[in-house]
């Protein structure tokens, strides 16, 4: 089970910090991922990030903004937002993929998904 947390109203230019905790099993080895959705808008890929980290993905949207911290011993992944824009308003979702190799920008490789928390990005 995928809990995120943090959601919430934020000014452009401002930051926000969302979390996400796994429980019920140990997702140590796997891919930890966030993506988001808009209104009227396809669920698209935020951020990745690998197991111990060597590996991390960003969306070309938020590279340079975002950063994707992971905590293996408190099974939690985050996603730091620096410098929000109002096109970052969405509802955020945490995912977790038991792939250990593939396109980890693609919803398809995602197992398990979070419930979701709303970002709103106020100008």
């Known amino acids: 089970q995928l809990q995120a947390s943090g959601g919430g109203l934020v000014q452009a230019g401002g930051s926000l910090r969302l979390s996400c905790a796994a429980s019920?099993?140990?997702?140590?080895?796997?891919?930890m991922g966030w993506f988001r959705q808009a209104p009227g808008k396809e669920r698209e890929f935020v951020a990745a990030?690998?197991?111990?980290?060597?590996?991390?993905y960003y969306a070309p949207s938020v590279l340079g903004r975002f950063t994707i911290p992971r905590d293996n011993v408190k099974n939690t992944v985050s996603l730091q937002m620096n410098s929000p824009k109002p096109e970052d308003t969405a509802v955020y979702y945490c995912?977790?993929?038991?792939?250990?190799?593939?396109?980890?920008?693609?919803?398809?490789?995602?197992?398990?998904w979070g419930q979701g928390t709303q970002v709103t990005v106020s100008s």
């Open positions: 995912a977790v993929s038991t792939y250990n190799s593939g396109d980890f920008s693609s919803r398809r490789v995602y197992r398990y």
């Open positions: 990030i690998n197991w111990n980290g060597d590996n991390i």
């Open positions: 019920g099993r140990t997702f140590r080895s796997t891919v």
